[in-house]
């Protein structure tokens, strides 16, 4: 297997270039000997997409390269146990995610850091026609707390159940939807601070 180092490396110089099909039973068993070519095989291919997700979770982009790293790393080691039950991204994605987690507990920047309970929901508008530039939108829940931002993500895009998200993050249920309905109104508090003219949010981004 090759060092955390040479990823670093690999994903700068790959990214222009990932290959256009991937045979994964192939791909997975050459991993699985631990054949180098086929691991940077691996890496140029999903290391662009994964890269954005970690982002996603870990605010500081060096933080996020080294997750992205580090998941990498242990998805080589653990390869095998991959056993072709739902698509392969599917997986990888869900251990990066993992990744992202971990790196958050161990910062001790799991939970929440801003509390909104004086926050007038009912002041705050909503923007049902309005449409946000995806860029936009990722930075916008860049801005939300950890805590928050963990279980937004979870939720509203990367489809986990409150059941999910519980045992992933060693949470109540309860503890789990009040997060998320505390994520959405500090995303509307992030909107109604903006100028009039940048004002876009989908309804079913923050109503999900």
Same mark, same amino acid.
């Given at each position: 297997m090759q060092p955390p180092g040479t990823y670093h490396r690999l994903r700068v110089k790959s990214n222009s270039?990932?290959?256009?099909?991937?045979?994964?039973?192939?791909?997975?068993?050459?991993?699985?000997?631990?054949?180098?070519?086929?691991?940077?095989?691996?890496?140029?291919?999903?290391?662009?997409?994964?890269?954005?997700?970690?982002?996603?979770?870990?605010?500081?982009?060096?933080?996020?390269e080294d997750v992205l790293v580090t998941s990498f790393t242990h998805i080589l080691e653990r390869i095998g146990q991959y056993r072709g039950e739902g698509s392969f991204e599917g997986w990888i994605k869900r251990a990066v995610i993992n990744e992202a987690l971990s790196f958050l507990r161990k910062?001790? +920047? !799991? @939970?929440?850091?801003?509390?909104?309970?004086?926050?007038?929901? =009912?002041?705050i508008p909503h923007h049902d026609?309005? $449409?946000?530039?995806?860029?936009?939108?990722?930075?916008?829940?860049?801005?939300?707390?950890?805590?928050?931002?963990?279980?937004? +993500? !979870? @939720?509203?895009?990367?489809?986990?159940?409150?059941?999910?998200? =519980?045992?992933?993050?060693?949470?109540?249920?309860? $503890?789990?939807?009040?997060?998320?309905?505390?994520?959405?109104?500090y995303l509307q508090k992030l909107l109604a601070a903006r100028e009039p003219s940048t004002k876009q949010l989908r309804h079913d981004i923050t109503s999900r």
């Amino acid at each position: 297997m090759q060092p955390p180092g040479t990823y670093h490396r690999l994903r700068v110089k790959s990214n222009s270039r990932s290959p256009h099909h991937v045979n994964e039973e192939q791909l997975i068993k050459g991993c699985i000997r631990r054949d180098r070519i086929a691991q940077k095989y691996f890496y140029d291919t999903f290391s662009p997409k994964m890269y954005p997700l970690c982002c996603r979770y870990v605010k500081d982009p060096d933080d996020a390269e080294d997750v992205l790293v580090t998941s990498f790393t242990h998805i080589l080691e653990r390869i095998g146990q991959y056993r072709g039950e739902g698509s392969f991204e599917g997986w990888i994605k869900r251990a990066v995610i993992n990744e992202a987690l971990s790196f958050l507990r161990k910062k001790k +920047n !799991m @939970y929440m850091t801003t509390q909104l309970d004086d926050v007038d929901t =009912a002041m705050i508008p909503h923007h049902d026609n309005d $449409t946000l530039e995806q860029e936009d939108l990722l930075r916008m829940i860049g801005e939300l707390p950890p805590g928050y931002r963990a279980v937004f +993500n !979870m @939720y509203a895009i990367d489809g986990f159940s409150h059941q999910e998200i =519980a045992a992933q993050m060693n949470i109540s249920e309860n $503890t789990s939807k009040s997060q998320l309905s505390r994520a959405r109104v500090y995303l509307q508090k992030l909107l109604a601070a903006r100028e009039p003219s940048t004002k876009q949010l989908r309804h079913d981004i923050t109503s999900r």
